[in-house]
């Protein structure tokens, strides 16, 4: 049986101690240590990913199912594959064209549809997290405010769901299908069932958070019997669940169809128009509205002054829940009720 002269080892026949003489790392480091001057022939087997060199066809072979730079190579083609698919799927879909009249040139519109978030909400969500993140919005945010950030936030641009309303007196809202085909949406309910179930997550946090920090407070204030904190922090109670139900705009929704139907396009054309000069003409009326508002709000009188002279009074009670205010009003019991309601507006 022919053995290795370097090593000892044995093998059948001299096919494999020549192939052992030529690949084994261990006999080839004692070849090296007893003859230095030695060129000792070996097989190479380069990885063509990273260049790595081996004895054996095998281990090359193992080699490439692990090699980063290889998983690497393959993660680029998946994606070149699914952007693939997508730049395919882009293609199939319907568009909405608009021949412009001056020029005669075409444009595509690639409007989603709402059936396209039955399954996948998080969009909505994203839209509403931005312009809805506080419980100030909570308990000041009522269902007008909820319609005007739908149609400015989710129902304008290019690539949002095309939704319009063709008759305002009968509430007649309308969407695009998967196919551009024009659906009616009786009382906005599919609308209203999407938005609802898209802000509910964002609500319940919100409501939650506040709902703890409230009744911690009460506790505190009953465990030291301060009574006149103990009476607010429950009227506070009180005004945070009245609002948490305000948001359900599925079971008492009015206000939020009404406004929509103030807001929203009134054909598929008209929201083309809007959309293609890049801004919507509600907002700008509805700023202007918004500053009046913000006016009369701060002039209006409580108890013989404006609520702009009451303001650092009403910032020291929300930061710290302290009644302070001038003493006309504070020793008069009927006018210390409409100050304290003004405070916790």
């Known amino acids: 049986m022919p053995f290795c002269n370097y090593c000892n080892s044995e093998f059948h026949n001299k096919c494999n101690l020549n192939k052992h003489q030529r690949t084994s790392k261990y006999c080839l480091k004692i070849q090296q240590q007893k003859d230095p001057n030695k060129i000792i022939e070996r097989d190479i087997y380069e990885c063509k990913y990273c260049q790595r060199q081996l004895t054996t066809k095998f281990t090359l072979n193992n080699h490439i199912k692990i090699c980063k730079k290889n998983n690497s190579n393959l993660d680029i083609l998946e994606k070149v594959e699914k952007l693939t698919q997508e730049i395919v799927q882009l293609k199939e879909k319907p568009v909405i064209n608009v021949t412009n009249n001056t020029n005669n040139t075409i444009t ?161 054309k008209d929201r083309i128009f809007h959309d293609s000069i890049g801004f919507s003409m509600d907002e700008d009326l509805s700023s202007t509205a918004d500053l009046q508002i913000e006016l009369e709000k701060a002039t209006r009188i409580i108890c013989g002054y404006t609520a702009n002279e009451l303001r650092d009074y009403k910032k020291i009670y929300k930061e710290t829940h302290i009644i302070k205010g001038p003493k006309s009003i504070i020793e008069d019991p009927i006018k210390i009720k409409i100050y304290i309601d003004f405070l916790n507006d």
């Open 108 to 268: 595509n519109y690639n409007y989603t549809s709402l059936l396209d978030y039955n399954n996948n909400l998080e969009p909505i969500t994203q839209k509403f997290e931005k312009h809805y993140n506080s419980i100030e919005h909570l308990l000041r945010c009522d269902q007008k405010k909820l319609a005007d950030i739908t149609v400015q936030h989710f129902l304008s641009g290019k690539d949002q769901p095309m939704y319009f309303i063709t008759d305002r007196s009968r509430n007649k809202f309308m969407f695009t299908d998967k196919e551009n085909n024009e659906k009616e949406d009786p009382n906005a309910i599919l609308l209203r069932r999407l938005v609802y179930r898209g802000l509910k997550p964002i609500i319940d946090n919100l409501y939650k958070a506040e709902f703890k920090n409230l009744k911690d407070q009460l506790a505190r204030y009953l465990r030291n019997d301060i009574e006149a904190s103990i009476q607010l922090t429950r009227i506070e109670l009180k005004e945070l669940e009245e609002s948490y139900k305000k948001t359900n705009i599925l079971e008492a929704g009015d206000d939020y169809i009404l406004q929509l139907s103030k807001c929203l396009p009134s054909s598929i």
